[in-house]
């Protein structure tokens, strides 16, 4: 995608849709490192900067996967998917929702003006821009196969990365919704932090329930923190034509994440800031 735009467009064009472009990924990008950090504070009781430190280091881990091809990649990222997939069964099994009202809401959505704000973050936290340059960007990788599908085969498997990638996003974020709703929304109990979520699952729901809770969110942040890398390599390369060291990209955008762990700011407002942006 981003190097059909490069060469579709005009050159101020390109790189307003590239600027964009970055500015999307980084701030998608904060929130799934700061997740994956957030994890590793909750599992381990580990201090939120030597957390940031040690994502930075697993997720530096996961990419060196990548000189075995991208399919070594792809297998963690879909073990890590299937983890947290089951993590939120687990927790709406617990939570014991109102799945009729679920089912009508989900037809039939209400908005308020104090909801339009979460409710424009949980978009971004479901159409994030990075996986469409990612997924286009995969089909390449078949192309090296020896046994290379047709073209029409490899179209056929770019729109179903696509649209399992999206929808998958959408039940995981769909299942945060309900679980809250239904123990700390139904209970009264207003939550400030994700740590205080974390703590609140425990006399709620049992310990199980907390420990589920901090596993999706480590998994979800390592796997989308590495996904979320090696798309913002083929933006940059695709966009402007230059060639960029994946480890260096990890680098710097990791830097934002920590400056903001460094400072102490508020956790849970800086997420769903930067799934708004």
Same mark, same amino acid.
């Given at each position: 995608l981003a190097e059909n735009c490069r060469d579709r467009f005009s050159r101020p064009v390109s790189l307003f849709l590239w600027g964009i472009?970055? !500015?999307?990924?980084? &701030? @998608?990008? *904060? &929130?799934? $490192?700061?997740?994956? &950090? =957030?994890? $590793?504070? =909750? *599992?381990?009781?580990?201090?939120? $900067? &030597?957390? %940031?430190?040690? @994502? %930075? !280091? !697993? !997720?530096f881990l996961i990419l060196g996967l990548y000189r075995y091809g991208y399919r070594a990649v792809e297998y963690v990222t879909i073990g890590f998917v299937v983890i947290i997939g089951w993590c939120y069964v687990i927790e709406l099994v617990l939570a014991r929702p109102d799945f009729v009202a679920i089912a009508y809401h989900t037809a039939v959505p209400s908005l308020d003006e104090r909801s339009l704000y979460v409710a424009i973050g949980m978009l971004g936290a479901t159409v994030m821009p990075h996986n469409l340059f990612l997924h286009s960007g995969l089909v390449q990788t078949r192309l090296a196969l020896e046994h290379r599908p047709s073209r029409r085969k490899l179209f056929r498997f770019a729109v179903v990365d696509a649209i399992v990638a999206l929808n998958g996003a959408w039940l995981v974020n769909s299942a945060i919704l309900i679980m809250s709703a239904a123990v700390f929304f139904q209970n009264g109990i207003p939550v400030a932090s994700i740590g205080q979520a974390h703590a609140t699952l425990i006399p709620l729901l049992g310990g199980l329930s907390s420990t589920v809770f901090a596993i999706a969110l480590l998994s979800s942040g390592l796997s989308s923190s590495t996904t979320g890398t090696i798309a913002g390599q083929m933006v940059i390369e695709g966009f402007l034509r230059v060639r960029f060291p994946i480890w260096l990209r990890r680098l710097i955008t990791m830097i934002t994440a920590m400056v903001v762990i460094g400072l102490g700011l508020d956790e849970l407002k800086v997420l769903v800031l930067s799934k708004v942006i």
């Open positions: 472009a970055e !500015v999307a990924m980084m &701030a @998608t990008d *904060l &929130a799934e $490192f700061l997740g994956a &950090a =957030l994890g $590793f504070y =909750l *599992l381990f009781g580990i201090p939120m $900067f &030597a957390s %940031g430190l040690l @994502t %930075g !280091v !697993v !997720v």
